[in-house]
């Protein structure tokens, strides 16, 4: 580890105290785990005189400081989403807890009984920005897996997520487990958050959460090992075959129900042969709740009510009321297209070929992969996880989203009567 910060006690303290605190956590039972969760909703619940007040400071600040609009919406709380909050926290409870889950076994011809089981990780930091959300969901399917937890939130939400670290430390306390499960590194700033990324052997898995540049400073940077989080973006194909209401709905709430969000839509691809029925409509149903069309040239000569596109829109994850589209040969000429541009995050057919419709399902090498529905559905929540450490876009370890069993590893368990190896 560097000399600099860690070398100050409080936070060697810190992720020490979160290391010995896990210990404790491991063995403990799945109705204490869940008591220590119905203390966190709880405390949500009640505490909005708390939170909300703090909130809105980290909101005002951020007007101040130019936050983008995306970046507001995320950071915003109000007393519907800390209620969505703690029903998500009893969501979680009420799952099967995956410790010591056996995940396979077998007799040897020897003798000897084979058994993997599933164990918490230990210790899980998370680094995010601007979601205060984040600290509630990763805290709880944390303490439900097993794990402690160290938290970065960034400076943006500094106010709001000191209250929820008081209210979280208070609740598992509340029921007997050690405060130490969760831990805040909030006050030692972009420097904590560094050495952070090399505490290894007191972090065992390091999760970002955030703008493509936090995610990717974090792979390059980090010696802990991380699970990539990707930036989103995200694609929807109208096949030559789509239904027209289907595409219009779809598409519409793929893109205007929360933009701010990465499973939002950022780029629709259309079949040539159907783009003069399905754009217009499509299209004006955007432009009626104020998107702005980033357009090839293909397209606007359809659409003129649009903005000429760019390589760089295609590579954008614009996380605001804004849209890219492309007309595009056929089904093959749109998997390349989301093979050039896509973060591997989520994409989804409006089709009714089936054929099509599995040939895409095939071909694109993507987290979550989709048919006739909207890409808002990449969701821990909306997949009955309860909430999500984030929505994994490699390929180790976990992919999609990640609920309880995805903050878990595993150990082999062997028993034997005397065996011995000739």
């Not at 992969?369 to 976990?398: C, P, W, Y």
Request: net charge negative; proline share 4%; hydrophobic share 45%.
């Amino acid at each position: 580890m560097s000399d600099t910060v860690l070398d100050a006690p409080s936070l060697v303290d810190r992720l020490t105290a979160a290391k010995a605190a896990s210990a404790a956590l491991a063995t403990a039972t799945a109705d204490l785990k869940n008591a220590a969760l119905e203390a966190v909703a709880r405390a949500v619940e009640a505490s909005a005189p708390r939170i909300l007040p703090a909130n809105e400071l980290d909101l005002a600040n951020g007007r101040e400081n130019g936050l983008s609009t995306s970046l507001q919406d995320r950071l915003r709380l109000d007393e519907k989403r800390l209620a969505a909050l703690a029903d998500a926290v009893r969501q979680i409870a009420s799952l099967a807890d995956p410790v010591g889950e056996n995940v396979r076994g077998k007799t040897l011809p020897n003798g000897l009984q084979l058994t993997e089981v599933r164990v918490p990780f230990g210790v899980v930091g998370a680094i995010y920005e601007a979601r205060p959300n984040v600290t509630i969901d990763i805290a709880s399917l944390a303490l439900k897996s097993g794990n402690a937890v160290v938290l970065r939130g960034g400076s943006a939400a500094a106010r709001t997520n000191a209250v929820l670290v008081e209210l979280l430390q208070e609740a598992v306390a509340s029921v007997g487990l050690p405060r130490d499960l969760v831990q805040t590194i909030d006050d030692f700033g972009r420097e904590g958050a560094r050495e952070l990324m090399h505490a290894r052997g007191l972090v065992d898995v390091l999760v970002p959460r955030g703008s493509a540049s936090l995610i990717e400073t974090v792979v390059r940077e980090s010696t802990v090992p991380v699970i990539e989080t990707g930036a989103g973006v995200v694609h929807i194909v109208l096949d030559e075959s789509a239904d027209e209401q289907w595409a219009v709905d779809i598409v519409r709430n793929a893109k205007v129900q929360r933009p701010s969000v990465c499973n939002a839509v950022e780029t629709v691809l259309v079949h040539r042969a159907a783009a003069e029925r399905l754009l217009p409509p499509v299209l004006d149903a955007l432009r009626a709740d104020g998107v702005t069309i980033h357009a090839d040239e293909r397209a606007r000569a359809i659409y003129p009510d649009s903005v000429p596109a760019t390589d760089e829109d295609w590579a954008t994850e614009y996380g605001t009321l804004d849209l890219s589209v492309a007309v595009v040969d056929d089904l093959d000429a749109a998997i390349e297209h989301i093979g050039r541009w896509s973060t591997h995050h989520t994409e989804s057919i409006i089709t009714n070929d089936l054929a099509n419709a599995e040939r895409f399902l095939a071909r694109v090498d993507s987290a979550v992969v989709m048919v006739n529905a909207s890409t808002r559905f990449t969701d821990g929540g909306e997949f009955g996880f309860g909430a999500e450490v984030g929505i994994s876009t490699q390929k180790l370890h976990a992919r999609g989203p990640m609920g309880l069993p995805e903050l878990t590893s595993t150990k082999w368990i062997v028993r034997g009567s005397g065996q011995v190896r000739g």
